[in-house]
Each structure stands twice: as structure tokens, then as C-alpha cells.
């Protein structure tokens, strides 16, 4: 079955604490993997695209990399108005125009 | 910078009424879904639109939701009658190549 999970559900972080939010996938041919960011009572807000292994990204305090089975957002020093939910969603292998999400990883920032 | 516009951003309404919600893509995007996320879970596609085909509704309860989108740009979501399992967020996006923006969707309530 076509899924994909995130690790951990739930993140507290002191202000300037790095760490890093997983996304494992079980899809056929990957072919392309997603990063959002939400707010509370918003709509996702595009971060990162990946296509393959060993790719990685990096936006301010955010980098996403890519291996054969999973996804790690890594975020470093993170600050308060990082805080929010971090979707990952991969491309359906057979419809390229869906994604499949994830349930995200709620990420809270303390200063 | 072209935005994803949704309406209303509220509804509050009683078990059994009509709902509607409008949706107004990107210029230019071909391609709009609507989406519904339940609290703590991540956007679960309902129903995919290129231009004015339906492309994917496998998740669209269609005993009491209807899409359209009649001249392939703007999009109208109805839910009649609405239940009490309907409350959720209900996203709208559109896509080019691939990269899918979020409107700031509609949060509805059944009573």
C-alpha cells in the first residue's frame, strides 16, 4: 500500500536546539517527494521538492534530503516563528498529479 | 504573488443544510483539487479537476458532495445534506508542473 509516515507526531525544541523530522514513504518509483509547512488555520505553504536519492535542499534554517526509503527535514537554531506543522507528501505512482500526505509533525519552538 | 483564493474562510452551519465553498486557482493552473483535513491529520484528496474533467473523485462521498468547474478556471464544492463527520478544513489547490500551492481554505462546522 501506497503510504507514507512521519516521525515524530509531536516536537518540542528550545529556541537554537537543532533536530531533525522524519518522512518515510512505501511507494513504487518514487517520483517526487514534498515538504510543506503549516499554520494554524491556514492552508500548506510549499517548502521543498525532492526527486531523488541523495538530493538535498536548504531554505534559511531548513534542509530536506532524500534517500531510497525516507526524508529528514533537518532544522537548525530553530527560532519561535518556526513553530508549526511540517507536511511531507509524495507523488502517486500512478497518477503523477496526486499526492499522498502524511499526518505531520507538529513542531514547537520555546525562546 | 498569485495566490490561491478561497470562500468563505468560515462556515458554521447546521447538520442537514447545503454548504458551499468557492475556490479560485492560480492563473494559468490547469489542474485544481480540493481537499479535506480533518484535526491532526494530514490533506486527503476529495476530487481533481484538469481544466473542467474530473480526473480523480475515488474519495468523494458523491451520495452528498458535488465539484464542478464549469469553464475550467473556478471551482464550487457542495456538501448537501452536511453530517457531523463533515467538520473539517476544506483546502483548495492548483498545480503547474507538478507543484501544488494551498489556498488558505474554509473551516467548517456542523452543528
Known amino acids: 500500500e501506497d503510504q507514507v509516515t512521519q516521525s515524530p507526531e509531536a516536537l518540542r525544541l528550545q529556541e537554537g536546539e537543532s533536530s531533525s523530522l522524519n518522512c518515510s514513504y512505501t511507494v513504487s518509483g518514487l517520483r517526487g517527494l514534498f515538504w510543506y509547512r503549516q499554520d494554524p488555520g491556514k492552508g500548506p505553504e510549499f517548502l521543498f521538492t525532492?526527486?531523488?536519492a541523495g538530493e538535498e535542499k536548504e531554505k534559511e534554517r531548513l534542509k530536506a534530503t532524500l534517500t531510497k526509503k525516507e526524508s529528514f527535514l533537518h532544522i537548525t537554531a530553530p527560532k519561535p516563528e518556526d513553530s508549526a506543522t511540517y507536511l511531507c507528501?509524495?507523488?502517486?505512482?500512478?497518477?503523477?498529479?496526486?499526492?499522498?500526505f502524511g499526518t505531520g509533525t507538529r513542531l514547537q519552538v520555546f525562546p | 504573488e498569485a495566490e490561491v483564493a478561497q470562500s468563505p474562510r468560515y462556515k458554521i452551519t447546521e447538520k442537514s443544510q447545503a454548504v458551499a465553498f468557492w475556490c479560485d486557482p492560480i492563473?494559468?493552473?490547469?489542474?485544481l483539487y480540493w481537499y479535506r483535513q480533518i484535526l491532526g491529520q494530514g490533506p486527503e484528496l476529495l476530487v481533481q479537476f484538469q481544466d473542467e474533467s474530473v480526473v480523480d473523485d475515488s474519495q468523494l462521498p458523491k451520495d452528498r458532495f458535488s465539484a464542478e468547474r464549469l469553464k475550467g478556471v473556478d471551482s464550487t464544492l457542495k456538501i448537501q445534506p452536511a453530517e457531523l463527520g463533515d467538520s473539517a478544513m476544506y483546502l483548495c489547490?492548483?498545480?503547474?508542473?507538478?507543484?501544488?500551492?494551498f489556498g488558505p481554505g474554509t473551516r467548517l462546522t456542523v452543528l
Open positions: 489547490a492548483s498545480s503547474r508542473r507538478g507543484m501544488q500551492f
Open positions: 507528501a509524495v507523488l502517486h505512482p500512478r497518477n503523477t498529479d496526486k499526492l499522498i
Open positions: 492563473s494559468g493552473h490547469a489542474t
Open positions: 525532492l526527486y531523488s
